[in-house]
């Protein structure tokens, strides 16, 4: 009798309450919006996962806490794009919700993976020979009556003040706009490796925070797994948008626009865990 019960714990801990995967609606071709959690649980609300308008890739980094580099699969997880939400059962934990979000998806796409270590082409992020030519943040001094800094609101008011640890991110026809207050060297090579679609480790020594504006010309073959619009969609609000084809520009590549920090990426390997997607079916079993 206790062991069944135990195994009914261990099925329950491992399944979301209810959850839904369907292919996300077609378009108008004139506005695009993606929403995809933050983590598993989600700090923006913790009793519910939301994935809108995202690949296979993007779920899977979620639930695997990886990287798009750290996956290898086919092609499909690329391409069909839909839309995931699951509540989340109250307390659960990090470990136990990625677990749920990996059956989830194994169970509606038949999938089947493994784990391998592999030296991964990186990029070391290091001092350059004239050195740091970044403005260092300083902290203004804060009232009682102020109220909580919250650096994602950043994101979503491109006009509003910067509070320190937030960075903007704004996209233009050809060319990429960076601009982040009081961030270190942890946030920043997180955005390097989000953009070069590869691994970037800090190895410059740098503890102090910095002020950092950036300009360069954006890798789309790089961002495969970040949740992009597919070719061809308008602007909307919410996502990244892609209008009409980018004209020539003169943005230099977020490698060499590094160098304006004082700072450069030299290549190197470092090893890491890659999943391996064995077997997945394109489209997901009905809910």
Not at 59 to 72: D, E, H, P, W
Not at 112 to 120: N, P, R, S
Not at 212 to 231: C, H, I, N, Q, W
Request: one cysteine or more; glycine letters at 10%; hydrophobic letters at 40%.
């Amino acid at each position: 009798m206790l062991l069944t019960i135990a195994c009914a714990g261990i099925a329950a801990a491992q399944s979301f309450d209810v959850a839904s995967l369907k292919p996300h609606p077609p378009g108008d071709g004139m506005r695009f919006m993606v929403r995809m959690a933050r983590g598993c649980p989600s700090p923006d609300d913790p009793s519910r996962l939301t994935f809108e308008n995202v690949t296979v890739r993007n779920i899977l980094t979620v639930a695997y806490n990886v990287k798009s580099y750290q996956i290898n699969g086919p092609a499909s997880i690329d391409g069909d794009r839909f839309d995931l939400t699951a509540k989340v059962p109250p307390g659960t934990g990090k470990e136990d919700c990625q677990k749920m979000l990996q059956n989830l998806v194994a169970e509606r796409f038949k999938m089947t993976v493994h784990h391998e270590q592999k030296d991964l082409p990186a990029l070391a992020l290091v001092v350059a020979k004239g050195g740091v030519k970044m403005k260092k943040f300083e902290e203004a001094p804060k009232s009682p009556d102020d109220p909580p800094a919250r650096p994602n609101a950043a994101m979503m008011n491109p006009n509003g003040p910067m509070p320190a640890g937030a960075m903007r991110m704004q996209m233009q026809p050809g060319k990429m706009h960076m601009n982040a207050t009081g961030i270190g060297m942890q946030q920043l090579v997180e955005m390097l490796s989000n953009q070069l679609g590869q691994p970037v480790v800090d190895e410059t020594g740098l503890k102090d925070k910095y002020n950092v504006e950036l300009e360069f010309a954006p890798d789309m073959s790089a961002m495969k797994g970040m949740p992009m619009p597919p070719p061809g969609a308008g602007p909307g609000g919410g996502g990244a948008g892609a209008g009409p084809a980018p004209e020539a520009d003169s943005s230099p590549s977020l490698v060499t626009a590094v160098q304006d920090l004082g700072l450069k990426l030299e290549s190197k390997k470092v090893p890491l865990d890659v999943v391996v997607i064995d077997h997945i079916e394109k489209a997901p079993a009905e809910n």
